[in-house]
């Protein structure tokens, strides 16, 4: 989602999980296999080859955390804009559905997050526990940034999982990669929320 969303929330320590979320190779969002019933890539997150991820200096994040928007942010508006003109129709923030999805499209049930690079743990989950401790050079404040950014990480994951048992097709994006690739995305988006419809249709049959 965007960036400095839904990292403020969310209590409880996560010691029981941290072996499970370095083991877990992100299925909700990385390289989900298709399937019959749904043909679609679950995600866009893998789907655009881009250059190696680099941490922001800490000056760089204090400077962003000043400028932070919980919801409509410049990357989100674009994305909206984007697919608007794109013919596509949606709502945005649902709070009926699980995790307030930044973009819903609830008639397919897709559900689209523009997750923050840093407040949503890109390093911890591309690189591992070792390199998220790296890249917060402040001693004093790592222990409870490691447990912030893993909490982040966690329940991300599991509404995910949530919204796919739902019958939702969850799709998470890095927000840079969308600010750097935003046609390309849109088009994705565009597709997926096209086929949903084309096999709704398949599976209800014509219309008497």
């Known amino acids: 989602m965007a960036t400095g969303r839904k990292c403020i929330s969310r209590t409880g320590g996560c010691c029981n999980r941290q072996l ?13 296999t298709r399937t019959n019933d749904d043909p679609i890539q679950e995600s866009v997150k893998s789907a655009t080859p881009i250059r190696a991820y680099r941490p922001k200096s800490a000056d760089e994040v204090r400077r962003n955390m000043s400028a932070i928007r919980g919801t ?27 995790g307030r999805p930044d973009i819903i499209f609830r008639a397919q049930r897709v ?21 998220l401790r790296a890249s917060i050079r402040k001693q004093e404040t790592q222990n409870y940034w490691l447990a912030k950014l893993q909490r982040t990480v966690a329940r991300d994951r ?7 048992s739902q019958g939702w097709l ?30 709704q249709r398949t599976r209800n049959g014509p219309r008497s």
């Open 20 to 32: 499970d979320l370095q083991s877990d190779s992100r299925t909700t969002s990385v390289g989900r």
């Open 111 to 131: 559900a689209v997050f523009v997750d923050g690079d840093y407040w949503h743990g890109r390093v911890f989950q591309e690189r591992g526990l070792p390199a």
């Open 158 to 164: 599991e509404v995910t999982r949530g919204l796919r």
């Open 170 to 199: 969850v799709m998470r994006l890095w927000e840079s990669e969308t600010k750097r690739n935003l046609s390309s995305i849109a088009q994705r988006i565009a597709k997926a929320v096209r086929r949903r419809s084309t096999s």
């Open 72 to 98: 409509e942010n410049q990357t989100e508006r674009a994305l909206r804009s984007t697919l608007h003109r794109l013919g596509l129709r949606f709502r945005k923030y649902a709070p009926d559905l699980l």
